[in-house]
């Protein structure tokens, strides 16, 4: 049974910064072969991609809203992703989750095999 856990969110004020992290267990090396994301949903809001990363690290994509301000990163031998996140606002309050996509490259929630719990990240003014 895969499962993904992330860790690392928190309550911070405008302006500070949080780093959010995945960690993959009972895959082995299933996954090292898969993009990973992060994808959020906001109070009241749809549940929105905001940055994935491919399989091998190479190329990455983000949402517009924080491009320039988050950062996504992964090791393949741990299993690990992480979401590096700078600039905070009030807009960015949501819950945050971990995502394995079924390819090697992703963006799409239709996308996504696994899916983590979630880690609450509140951001206030």
């Known amino acids: 049974q895969v499962q993904l856990a992330e860790s690392g969110g928190g309550l911070v004020q405008t302006g500070e910064s949080l780093r959010l992290s995945c960690a993959a267990s009972?895959?082995?090396?299933?996954?090292?072969?898969?993009?990973m994301g992060w994808f959020r949903r906001s109070p009241g809001k749809e549940r929105d991609f905001v940055a994935a990363?491919?399989?091998?690290?190479?190329?990455?994509n983000y949402a517009a809203s924080v491009k320039g301000r988050f950062t996504i990163a992964r090791d393949r031998a741990k299993n690990t992703v992480t979401l590096q996140m700078n600039n905070l606002t009030p807009e960015d309050t949501a819950v945050y989750y971990c995502?394995?996509?079924?390819?090697?490259?992703?963006?799409?929630?239709?996308?996504?095999?696994?899916w983590g719990q979630g880690t609450q990240v509140n951001v206030s003014s």
């Open positions: 009972g895959v082995g090396r299933l996954l090292s072969n898969n993009a």
């Open positions: 990363i491919s399989w091998n690290g190479g190329s990455t």
């Open positions: 995502a394995a996509f079924r390819g090697s490259y992703g963006g799409r929630s239709s996308d996504v095999r696994y």
